[in-house]
């Protein structure tokens, strides 16, 4: 019988022992064995804390970021194979997607997370602390990667979701992970992992599996590795207390299975839409998953006097969940992961039917389609209704984790509120309403004992993502016996891997730690103007102090005049009695745009827009004849995606100051961004000497670095785009689908390199095409001709647009981006630069 392996130190490896049976949830087959005898856990760690971690630390937050972005992109084109599997865990297409696509939607949006950290390996976080009168000593709070490793012990319910929303948040603080899935589902994990080592865009020792028995990882932790659980709570609560975690202060964060409430509003009466949705939500968290989720609906409160509309309109949505074979489109729900998970829910169900009463569903008969009943793990739906919930404390207690929800009536809205709270601590809640007040009052008085909580209304129903859906930027945990962790949160879960830290020092000291400006520390002046440098160049603290100017009474007026801002301390000079100005006053505004009108760079440079503004205040009025002048200075630099047509840039903030040239007091001061192109080093500009240069280094017996293109088919190829690029041939189809045409289009922009042997869609692929010409010089000759009727067109046609086969409709300046692009690709194909 197959092994599932271990990912371990670098490589795949077995167990020692005889394994443990892994068995089919519907068929009941024996899937593989588990086994990690012999692993030893101490080095596991070891080599994730040194290897993994050394890798992860040293990449900014960026280059992390485009690395989950990456792999993600990688997993969603393996996304069949997973599904295959996934169904052998007893889910449907549906809760696969949940489990598998719903994990590689935490690893993009964590990857957008990048945009809200710095450029570099660590964060700097909130403002900075003056702790001086005189602005020379400061404060700042810098977030580094622990020196540990995420250990994640995950449940079986979720065997990709669970593993990959975890790992893309320690991913993105830049620590390593160990992942020791539940046993049960563990060969759909070890499938994803296979497919992550292979890809090679996670660094090595950034994770690590380990597919089955662990019981003693957490003997060997560290205080700077961290543990995550999700799972039962008494499990939960168990490994929380082990002596290592204490002794070492590891941070443990546990998010426990709980029993999440939904209300049913007061207002939500058969009827409305908000009574269906209501049914709706609740028939889907019975049976997504089979119920086997953490976040699913246990407590169903509803107005007493609705209790039996809610029995008779969810059993009948109930009784339209088919199931059997998660493979047979027909199938609504499929198996729980296991018959021991089936035995289980059942002992459950029968705790809670003491005093709840079974109204729905049957614990020994179930139909199915497509599947033996007895070979699978298949249990029916359960609905249980209890009449007397603020005496019979079971509901509240015992918690069936699969198909099975209860019924419970409440008298007012603090009786659901307190009904609610009963549960001790839940992932989440929700409540259907209608009604604003009802839903302030419920979320406010309710909030403290839950995680999340969801306003079910007809507004937000097409939109709404569910109860059940734990989304990457909003907290996942909850308190008491939620297990009192959070997860993911955005930026809050990427934080619970860094440590923070307090420093101290001179604002000129805590600019270089910090990589951002701060004030008061030594301007660093810049050699020329800090707007004729590219991105890369730019770096904080450079400075540049401008030239005087004198505001006089003509620019207020007119400034006035031209944006119709005629406030009374700037046109009416006869009303200033009483208020904190003096005489006629200059613009807030005008003082910003005068301070810009000081600092810009006229000429065409790297500086390709303004962004935005972020802060901006004025310490006191400037009047007429006041004189300032302006010192302006990069304060910090953020990257950014490009996806349009324009080229590669990042953001630039420059911490503008406006001072009283009289006595070089600071009257104003804002944050400005600017987009700033970047460097472009990735290819050589083709000027005609470049390209005479090249090809006399092109003979008939040079080899390609790859491809089957001759020398001379290489230069037969290139005459015949210039045929294209000069309007010679035209009137053809373009090939590139219309759906991404835009981004093949904007892909010109970028300074990324043509993909190696890429299909040219006219050229019959992995066969050369006739030669044309003679030999290779009469080709070289023919294609310098072409070209120059090229450069002749577009000189005597400025604004023309010509068709490209791939990329579209072309202008002038495209062209001269694709000729770049193009000539590079095969020149540096045949070696010639």
């Keep these: 019988m197959k092994k599932i392996q271990n990912y371990v130190t670098g490589q795949w490896m077995e167990g020692k022992g005889q394994g443990v049976p892994m068995f089919d949830a519907i068929t009941g087959e024996v899937v ?15 080599y994730g804390r040194t290897i993994g971690s050394e890798k992860l630390r040293k990449m900014t937050f960026q280059e992390r970021g485009n690395m989950l972005k990456k792999l993600a992109l990688y997993l969603v084109k393996k996304k069949a194979d997973f599904y295959e599997i996934s169904y052998r865990t007893g889910a449907t297409k549906i809760d696969s997607w949940i489990d598998i696509e719903g994990g590689f939607g935490n690893l993009f949006a964590n990857a957008s997370l990048r945009k809200l950290f710095p450029n570099q390996a660590y964060h700097v976080e909130g403002d900075p602390i003056d702790l001086s009168r005189g602005g020379r000593f400061m404060a700042h709070h810098i977030m580094v990667p622990k020196r540990g490793v995420a250990i994640h012990i995950n449940a079986f319910n979720f065997p990709v979701w669970g593993m990959l929303e975890k790992c893309a ?22 499938a994803v992992v296979r497919e992550i080592i292979t890809s090679g865009i996670l660094p090595e020792g950034a994770l690590q599996l380990i597919t089955g028995s662990a019981r003693t990882i957490l003997d060997t932790v560290e205080s700077q590795d961290v543990v995550t659980f999700t799972g039962s709570a008494s499990t939960g609560r168990l490994l ?10 590891v941070p443990f964060n546990m998010e426990a299975d709980s029993l999440n409430a939904s209300v049913l509003g007061e207002d939500a009466i058969p009827g409305t839409p908000e009574f269906d949705l209501f049914i709706k939500e609740v028939r889907n968290e019975m049976t997504v998953k089979c119920g086997q989720k953490c976040t699913a609906i246990r407590r169903i409160i509803v107005p007493q006097d609705l209790v039996i509309d809610v029995q008779i309109a969810l059993g009948k949505a109930l009784e339209k969940i088919t199931i059997g074979d998660p493979r047979l489109k027909e199938v609504r729900m499929g198996a729980l992961v296991s018959k021991d998970q ?26 199915t389609i497509g599947a033996d009943a007895k070979k699978g793990a298949f249990l029916s739906p359960i609905l249980l209704r209890e009449d007397h919930p603020f005496k019979n404390l079971s509901v509240h207690e015992t918690e069936a984790f699969g198909p099975v929800s209860t019924i419970m009536p409440y008298k007012n809205l603090d009786e659901a509120i307190t009904l609610a709270q009963m549960g001790k601590g839940s992932l989440v809640s929700s409540i259907a309403t209608n009604n604003d007040r009802i839903a302030k009052e419920y979320v406010i008085n309710a909030a403290s004992h839950h995680g999340r909580i969801l306003v079910i209304n007809r507004d937000m129903a097409k939109e709404s993502t569910g109860h059940g859906s734990p989304l990457p930027n909003l907290v996942h945990g909850g308190p008491g016996r939620a297990g009192g962790g959070e997860e993911m949160g955005g930026m809050r879960g990427i934080k619970h891997y860094l440590q923070r830290t307090a420093i101290q020092g001179t604002p000129t000291t805590l600019t270089e730690i910090t990589g951002i400006y701060q004030q008061n520390a030594t ?3 810049a050699e020329q103007h800090p707007f004729k440098y590219h991105w890369e160049d730019i770096q904080p603290g450079m400075s540049l102090k401008t030239h005087n100017r004198t505001f006089t009474d003509t620019d207020v007026i007119n400034f006035a005049n031209l944006t119709w ?25 005008f003082i910003i745009s005068a301070a810009a009108g000081l600092f810009v760079y006229p000429n065409k440079g790297p500086v390709a827009a303004n962004y935005g503004l972020e802060e901006c205040r004025f310490l006191r009025p400037l009047y007429h004849n006041d004189t300032v002048y302006v010192r302006l200075t990069c304060k910090q630099k953020v990257d950014r995606d490009v996806a349009s047509a324009e080229h590669p840039s990042g953001i630039v903030k420059w911490y503008v100051e406006v001072f009283d040239a009289l006595n070089d007091e600071l009257v104003a001061f804002a944050t400005i961004l600017t987009m700033v192109q970047k460097k472009q080093e990735v290819f050589v500009e083709m000027t005609e000497d470049k390209i005479n240069d090249c090809l006399s280094k092109l003979t008939d017996n040079v080899k390609p670095k790859w491809g089957i293109m001759t020398p001379q088919h290489m230069i037969e190829h290139l005459e015949f785009t210039y045929k294209i690029a000069s309007g010679e041939i035209q009137g053809f189809e373009v090939a590139t689908p219309e759906k991404i045409l835009e981004k093949v289009h904007a892909s010109l922009y970028n300074y990324e390199k043509f993909p190696k042997n890429t299909h040219f869609p006219l050229l019959e692929k992995d066969k050369l095409e006739d030669l044309k010409h003679p030999d290779l010089a009469t080709a070289i000759e023919k294609f310098k001709a072409q070209r120059e009727k090229y450069l002749e067109y577009f000189k005597d046609r400025p604004d023309a647009k010509l068709n490209n086969m791939v990329f579209g409709e072309l202008n002038r300046y495209e062209w001269y981006l694709l000729e770049r692009k193009h000539l590079n690709h095969h020149f540096e194909q045949f070696g010639l630069i």
């Design 32 to 46: 593989g064995l588990s086994d990690t005898e012999g692993l030893d856990f101490a080095e596991i760690l070891h």
């Design 565 to 589: 801002d005629h406030f009374y301390a700037h046109t009416d000079i006869t009303s200033l009695d009483g208020s904190i100005f003096e005489k006629r006053t200059a613009h807030g505004y």
């Design 523 to 525: 301007y660093k002046e």
């Design 240 to 249: 929380k207390s082990h002596k290592r975690i204490i002794e070492e202060s």
């Design 342 to 367: 089936v035995t289980e829910v059942k002992d459950r169900v029968q705790e809670l039917a003491k005093t709840a009463s079974i109204v729905y569903g049957d614990l020994d008969k179930i139909e």
């Design 169 to 190: 948040v320690n991913w993105m603080a830049g620590v390593p992970a160990v992942v020791k899935p539940a046993t049960n589902t563990s060969f759909l994990t070890e």
